[in-house]
């Protein structure tokens, strides 16, 4: 058996091992593996390959707005912490502790260019420690739903609470993202290929089968002491514990996202990557979302918590670069052919024509 790895306008064909009971044997693990992400709870941590693991955190999207119209200077970005930090330690039926670097706030620093209904910063919380909330739920069905509960109250205890910094009144709004509400992007998808008449799989029903990740660490996805750039074999190995793989790309990501600071314009091009991977079967595709929704990856021995963006692919992109593919290859085919057409008929000019035989 063999799968097809596409990264960039290249294609490959890379053979599977022909040893039968070592495909049976990676295939008992894989199932394996499934069963265990069908019920795993949003506070468990998924170890994968390569010293990576999947950690648990609570990501909450946070935007403030001045309480009155009228606004002199930029908000305190350190001062706006600590009064995030204090109510949440504080404020709470269950107190949370989030270290200072957990928390980023982005600052509007030209307050002329706002506009009225403009928000004067907008920032992120990450709450790591869910302790708690193991210790007091053994069941991953009662663990989920006290998770989703508990998600439930912060987000309705923060959102809309008037914080008062240096006699300036700010309100908060406060929500979880899209892309970390599992149920709610698997109910997005099955409205998406439900109605919108679209989908990629050769059976009679329709269903997405693609993730993407964009603002992985380059280097984690390398092999080590050859290169730091992304590796196609590095990270097909990673990704294949969680099913068998159809198609997959991989390609240095360089954009800084929605949640970029303007001011960081000194980012280096080349530390984070952009993966998109193609399931051969819903239900892995499904399982690895579930697992990557929520959680920060972790390498081994390192401190730092890669917080990723992640998303279903709603365009068909392995399509669209197989298209994209033909159409270069038919470009370069027409390129390299119409030289020669030329020169061919270019012994035929007016100016190079034989002689008549016979005389005028």
């Known amino acids: 058996m063999r799968f097809r790895v596409l990264s960039g306008d290249c294609s490959c064909w890379i053979l599977k091992s022909q040893n039968p009971n070592l495909q049976r044997e990676r295939e008992r693990e894989r199932e394996m593996s499934t069963l265990k992400l069908d019920s795993i709870s949003p506070t468990e941590t ?16 946070i935007t403030v707005y001045p309480s009155s119209q009228v606004v002199s200077k930029p908000i305190d970005e350190w001062k706006m912490k600590q009064t995030l930090i204090d109510f949440l330690k504080n404020s709470l039926s269950d107190p949370v502790t989030v270290p200072e670097e957990d928390l980023k706030i982005r600052r509007v620093r030209d307050l002329k260019k706002r506009k009225r209904d ?71 998808w099955e409205e998406f290929y439900a109605f919108g008449n679209r989908g990629f799989s050769r059976g009679g029903k329709q269903e997405t089968d693609t993730i993407i990740l964009r603002g992985v660490p380059s280097r984690w996805f390398a092999e080590p002491r050859v290169s730091s750039k992304p590796s196609m074999l590095v990270t097909h190995t990673i990704f294949s514990t969680f099913g068998k793989i159809r198609n997959l790309n991989v390609a240095e990501d360089d954009d800084p996202g929605k949640d970029a600071n303007e001011d960081d314009g000194d980012l280096v091009s080349g530390l984070h990557c952009k993966i998109v991977v193609q399931f051969e079967k ?20 390192s401190k730092l918590k890669a917080d990723y963006e992640v998303a279903w692919d709603k365009d068909g992109f392995f399509r669209n670069s197989r298209n994209q593919t033909q159409e270069d290859s038919s470009r370069a085919r027409e390129t390299t052919t119409y030289p020669r057409q030329q020169q061919h008929y270019s012994r035929f000019s007016s100016d190079e024509a034989p002689r008549k035989r016979f005389k005028e």
């Open 282 to 301: 819903h239900k892995d595709f499904c399982n690895t979302f579930k697992a990557f929704c929520g959680r920060s990856l972790q390498k081994e021995g």
């Open 118 to 188: 403009d928000p004067v910063a907008s920032g992120t919380i990450f709450i790591r420690d869910l302790g708690f909330l193991r210790k007091t739920s053994r069941k991953g069905e009662e663990v989920e739903k006290k998770f989703s509960d508990w998600r439930r109250y912060i987000v309705e205890k923060m959102d809309g609470i008037e914080l008062n910094l240096e006699g300036v009144k700010f309100k908060l709004n406060v929500a979880v993202p899209e892309s970390d509400d599992f149920q709610g992007m698997k109910k997005g």
């Open 46 to 61: 998924v170890e994968i390959e390569n010293g990576l693991s999947l950690v648990p955190r609570l990501r909450l999207n």
